[in-house]
């Protein structure tokens, strides 16, 4: 008997069967309904770019979104939300330049996420967007 003997056993999950299939780099498990198991593959609740110019969010973009501004300070762009408790989750990969958050009614940046913060999470309440930085 070896030192570490394995006491958990990871083939199923909530009574599920997970695939043999080893994850890459950046996978999470995934429910696949036409093989009924959980296996490895992209996250549909999570966007990861490189930004070529504004990035303009909507209702039905994800909610996290992991954004490399490409070298150039970029804009990101709140949508005008239809209800309350929209949220967002946006962090800047490369803080050497800033990613500006800005309201879909035009003005200045709401918030900048540079090299003193890198992530906001952006809530609308119904009337307003509130956003905390970290």
């Excluded at 056993?9 to 498990?29: D, I, S």
């Excluded at 995934?30 to 070529?52: C, D, F, H, I, K």
């Excluded at 990613?99 to 035009?106: A, D, R, W």
Aim: net charge neutral.
């Amino acid at each position: 008997m070896s030192a570490y003997t394995p006491i958990i056993n990871a083939r199923r999950l909530q009574g599920r069967t997970v695939a043999t299939t080893a994850p890459t780099h950046g996978q999470v498990l995934v429910w696949n309904g036409n093989t009924s198991q959980w296996e490895p593959g992209q996250s549909q609740a999570t966007n990861r770019e490189t930004l070529a110019g504004t990035k303009t969010l909507t209702a039905s973009s994800p909610c996290y979104h992991f954004l490399n501004p490409g070298g150039a300070h970029r804009d990101v762009v709140l949508p005008d939300p239809a209800a309350a408790d929209m949220r967002f989750v946006i962090k800047n990969l490369d803080p050497t330049y800033n990613l500006n958050i800005k309201e879909s009614s035009g003005g200045g940046a709401v918030e900048t996420l540079g090299a003193t913060y890198r992530i906001a999470e952006c809530i609308h309440d119904g009337t307003a967007w509130h956003i905390e930085t970290r």
